[in-house]
């Protein structure tokens, strides 16, 4: 593959920049299935109902925000002698690995809230981490790079994910697997984070970049001559910014706790009253629109905050992306590319372990591990073809196999269960993992997964290679973090809407509705083709 680029004499060099984002791939994947999918399985066997589970999905939160804080990550060093993106880099690996053991000792059957913070503190920083891992990443490979860098990173991804989110279903599988338990899962997987810390130590330093310009004035009443961001002023006057935001998010989520549940009761109470929803599903979705009320208030409440207290480094560089032709445009597209996935594989564990009642063994070896490797291919072929598709082809080509895909959990979700036979998985053992006795392994769940596994990895290596498109240098952590943080909100939103719905209307319509809803994103990659093929032509800035 390093033949493809475009000059041989650079290939070693090239060799060490793609090991680096494989690596960081691995470590970036890692943390998520243990808030997602792996804690899913575990909330699961504790005996959660699917609506709260899927409210817990929220720990996901800090994913969304991210873009935050990722203007301080820009703007300090926290360990100077490592440099500004390897120092975060480490403490927010070690911090994570304390964190999932702090995780693995508290009960989410005795002690949910308890369980549901520390959650929300691993998913911070993990969030964090990403936002170093994709600067790091961004400003690491040239152009000619992003596609087969985007590729290398997926697969380092995915296989972390492997680990977490299908080993680690096989691993407490007590009748075909090693019978650990949960926690003994969490407290492994925070020994492979500390790991993690240590090879971080060893990634090539980045070249220092002259200081950031001033935040420009559109989003802001800023002043005439701000104080240079390099200097003692910028930065206090961006930790107070900070400081100010945070504020303006606690009073929101204070104000929407106390009054959006009663505002919503009026307007939808005697409705739902009269419908033929139990009255637990109905506090669901009275829950779900206090919740959508909360974020409407909270998200403008602290712009207005970052304006007043003038933000410069998050001002900057969101000025600096939105001086982009298009910026508004794709942000929409941003947030519509994988909704659908998003939306269809919300809840797909509780889905495959509960309601189609598959064995925990069957499903971590078909959905997380052979899927995983199959997403993996998908990617690096994503990557390949992307070298001759170009951008804007790649991510129509992939978004059109991911909107098929969908169908397939409908298929399944309608009676397509056993319709293709079972295959008989041999019983191994590998020291890490291993499998008691030979494992029936389902026709249909293999095909769907199959399918669906290596169309999204296509797509996922097209889209991580059109984010990198978009950003400036100079403010790589903000920029990256706000394009992915806009990417999450499918993965992180719909996880209560999605429990909610799954209960009302059923599985089948369900994956129907996940369908219609990737729908969006083609008709406004078509209308916006011009501006994505001149990403092909364009460096990002910096």
């Known amino acids: 593959m390093l033949a493809s680029l475009p000059r041989r004499g650079v290939s070693l060099a090239a060799a060490h920049r793609l090991a680096a984002v494989t690596v960081l791939g691995f470590a970036s994947g890692l943390p998520l299935a243990l808030t997602g999918q792996a804690m899913q399985a575990w909330l699961t066997l504790e005996g959660l109902d699917l609506a709260a589970i899927g409210f817990l999905s929220l720990v996901g939160l800090p994913y969304t925000f991210k873009f935050l804080w990722a203007p301080l990550m820009d703007r300090f060093e926290c360990v100077a002698a490592l440099g500004r993106r390897r120092g975060w880099l480490v403490l927010t690996q070690f911090v994570l690995a304390a964190l999932l053991l702090w995780l693995a000792a508290t009960s989410p059957r005795d002690s949910l809230r308890v369980f549901a913070l520390v959650a929300l503190a691993v998913a911070f920083a993990s969030a964090s981490q990403d936002v170093v891992v994709d600067a790091y990443r961004t400003d690491l490979l040239g152009p000619a790079e992003r596609g087969l860098g985007a590729s290398l990173g997926v697969m380092g991804y995915r296989l972390a994910m492997v680990l977490s989110g299908g080993v680690a279903l096989i691993w407490t599988d007590a009748q075909q697997g090693g019978g650990w338990s949960w926690p003994e899962v969490y407290r492994f997987m925070a020994g492979v984070m500390a790991a993690a810390a240590v090879l971080s130590l060893l990634l090539p330093r980045l070249p220092r970049l002259p200081p950031s310009p001033a935040a420009a004035p559109w989003l802001g009443d800023a002043p005439a001559s701000p104080a240079s961001p390099a200097s003692p002023a910028g930065a206090s006057r961006d930790l107070l910014g900070f400081a100010a935001v945070l504020l303006a998010v606690a009073v929101g989520v204070v104000l929407s706790e106390r009054f959006a549940p009663a505002i919503v009761r009026a307007l939808v109470g005697g409705w739902l009253a009269g419908s033929a929803l139990p009255a637990a599903l109905q506090q669901r979705w009275i829950d779900l629109g206090a919740l959508l009320l909360g974020i409407a208030f909270t998200l403008p409440l602290a712009a207005w905050a970052a304006r007043r207290a003038r933000f410069q480094t998050l001002l900057a560089g969101l000025s600096s992306y939105f001086a982009m032709p298009g910026a508004v445009a794709f942000l929409f597209f941003i947030v519509l590319y994988k909704l659908?996935?998003?939306?269809?594989?919300?809840?797909?564990?509780?889905?495959?372990?509960?309601?189609?009642?598959?064995?925990?063994?069957?499903?971590?070896?078909?959905?997380?591990?052979?899927?995983?490797?199959?997403?993996?291919?998908?990617?690096?072929?994503?990557?390949?073809?992307?070298?001759?598709?170009?951008?804007?082809?790649?991510?129509?080509?992939?978004?059109?196999?991911?909107?098929?895909?969908?169908?397939?959990?409908?298929?399944?979700?309608?009676?397509?269960?056993?319709?293709?036979?079972?295959?008989?998985?041999?019983?191994?053992?590998?020291?890490?993992?291993?499998?008691?006795?030979?494992?029936?392994?389902?026709?249909?769940?293999?095909?769907?997964?199959?399918?669906?596994?290596?169309?999204?990895?296509?797509?996922?290596?097209?889209?991580?290679?059109?984010?990198?498109?978009?950003?400036?240098?100079?403010?790589?952590?903000?920029?990256?973090?706000?394009?992915?943080?806009?990417?999450?909100?499918?993965?992180?939103?719909?996880?209560?809407?999605?429990?909610?719905?799954?209960?009302?209307?059923?599985?089948?319509?369900?994956?129907?509705?996940?369908?219609?809803?990737?729908?969006?994103?083609?008709?406004?990659?078509?209308?916006?083709?011009?501006?994505?093929?001149?990403?092909?032509?364009?460096?990002?800035?910096?």
């Open 340 to 542: 659908g996935d998003a939306f269809a594989g919300s809840l797909l564990t509780p889905f495959l372990l509960k309601s189609m009642a598959y064995g925990s063994a069957e499903v971590g070896v078909v959905n997380k591990v052979i899927g995983l490797w199959l997403t993996i291919a998908g990617a690096l072929a994503g990557g390949a073809l992307m070298l001759r598709l170009g951008l804007w082809r790649a991510l129509f080509a992939f978004g059109v196999l991911q909107l098929v895909s969908n169908l397939g959990f409908w298929w399944l979700a309608a009676g397509g269960k056993g319709s293709l036979g079972a295959a008989l998985l041999p019983a191994f053992d590998w020291g890490f993992v291993k499998l008691a006795a030979p494992t029936p392994v389902d026709g249909a769940l293999l095909v769907v997964v199959a399918f669906e596994n290596i169309s999204g990895g296509m797509g996922t290596a097209a889209f991580v290679a059109f984010l990198m498109s978009l950003c400036n240098q100079r403010f790589t952590a903000t920029q990256f973090a706000l394009l992915s943080a806009f990417a999450s909100v499918g993965r992180v939103w719909v996880g209560p809407l999605a429990g909610v719905l799954a209960e009302s209307i059923g599985w089948p319509d369900f994956f129907v509705l996940s369908t219609l809803l990737a729908l969006p994103a083609l008709v406004l990659l078509w209308r916006q083709r011009r501006a994505m093929q001149a990403l092909d032509e364009v460096p990002a800035a910096g």
